[in-house]
């Protein structure tokens, strides 16, 4: 129902996470190291690290994504969801609302405040 996961960690050096990171097997997927950003993969295990860009580390969710960000036939909308989410009394964090359809995101937290940041790019 949430499609592709990943965790996003808020690194302090990106190079220093890249090398860490690429002797545990993950290597370069996407994102830009100048622009301080990287998403590590290996195999279905995705690990994104962003220095300076967000607050402290999250759940990412992409939902009509699979693991390697190919899109889905079929997946539930983050408009739905985030309607499903708010209807079950979950607060709404963030949430971005230029469409009808299409690239979305918004964000919540679970009860002991860690941030799921829910992003649909399709």
Known sequence: MLGAFSISLNVKDIHKSFE???ILGFEK????I???WLIMKQGDTI???FQ???????L??????DQNASKLDTFVDARILKQTFKDA?????QAVEKAVQGPTHFM??????NPIFIDQHV
């Open 20 to 22: 860490f990171y690429k």
């Open 29 to 32: 997927y996407a994102g830009d």
């Open 34 to 36: 100048n622009q301080k």
């Open 47 to 49: 690990i994104g690290l």
């Open 52 to 58: 300076d860009m967000i607050q402290k580390n999250m």
């Open 60 to 65: 990412t969710f992409n939902p009509g994504w």
């Open 89 to 93: 009394g979950i607060v709404i964090q």
């Open 108 to 113: 919540i937290e679970d009860p002991d405040g």
